[in-house]
């Protein structure tokens, strides 16, 4: 048998449109927005490149190309 889940274990449709409506959240979703656009752009200026280490430029890329699907995580939550 399956236990019911707590009301902070469900995110509902309504929840996700009351919190992207909330003034506060438009502005954290504006700053996401402009540093998803930074780090895309740092790295099309070859930020990550490092000409005396592949090593090093490939876990550079790898730790911005995190934080960019980290970031984009929260533009794309789903409701329960």
């Given amino acids: ?12 449709k309504d929840d996700l449109v009351g919190w992207f409506m909330n003034p506060v959240t438009k502005k954290v ?5 402009q540093e ?5 752009r740092e790295m099309a200026l070859g ?3 490092y000409l005396d280490s592949s090593d090093k430029t490939s876990m550079r ?4 190309v ?3 699907e980290g970031l ?9």
Avoid: C, W, Y
């Fill in 61 to 64: 890329t790898a730790r911005e």
């Fill in 1 to 12: 048998m399956q236990q019911a889940k707590s009301p902070l274990e469900v995110l509902t």
């Fill in 36 to 40: 998803i656009a930074n780090i895309s």
């Fill in 29 to 33: 979703r504006h700053k996401i927005e």
């Fill in 47 to 49: 930020f990550t490149l």
């Fill in 66 to 68: 995190g934080k960019i």
């Fill in 72 to 80: 984009e995580f929260l533009f794309n939550i789903e409701p329960d």
